[in-house]
């Protein structure tokens, strides 16, 4: 198979078929990837993205946005009204790329900050369930998704059943906590039992808005390499082009 290879004609969307009137004329084609944390979504999304030649979009990554800059403007992760006020206040954008990780950029003491690289910490792990949980801050996180053009694939959690109900594909990763603690630990150093924890308490957290759209075709990935998973959800993508 080759490195990157575009979508084929025949697997897009016509018009009509089913993207909502707001999006035609954009040539929106998007492919969800949805799964609990750690479930290898965010690697699969990269590496299908890749393959077809088109943008990965992080939704995750505008949460733990949000999440930083409630924990740099000191707003309560349980003020719903706060937290909604400061992300109208400040600008913070999201920018996907085809060839490299999205960046996300805040505006702040007027200054725009690129804070990419502090997203990923186990600080911003243990608050942003608490911040992604509140329907305005969903609301503001979907509004702000939905204004992205136009092809990509993008992992999260309700992607397929909330954001983006028309996508031409819908995937539902799943794995064991046990699985999903070790390659969390193979990009950062923590204890496994620790991890373990962690992953079963956000989970616990997670629940209400990690639902599979009932579309979603679900792979378990206990058993699979990255490059497995890529290929089984690329099958799909053409099967669905037949
Ligand atoms: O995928 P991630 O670990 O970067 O997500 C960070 C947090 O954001 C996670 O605790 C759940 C939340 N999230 C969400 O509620 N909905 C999404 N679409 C994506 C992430």
Redesign the pocket.
Known sequence: MPESESMPESESMSESESMPESEVGQQRQVITI?GL??SG??SAAKGLAQKLGIAYV????L??AATWLALHTDVDVTDEEALFAILSAHSLTLTPYHDRDNRVSVALAGETKDISSELETSTI?AA??HV??HPRV?EW?DTRLRELCCQFVI?????GLV?FPQAHAKFYLQASAEVRAKRRLSDRNEDFNAAVHAINE?DR??AK??KPARDAIHIDTDDMTLEQVIATMLEHIRARGR
Do not use: E, I, P
């Open positions: 949805d944390a750690a979504k965010s992080s939704s995750g990554l949460y733990r792990d942003v369930s992604a949980k969903r996180v992992d999260g959690r309700d992607m954001v956000r957290r997670d808005q990690s």
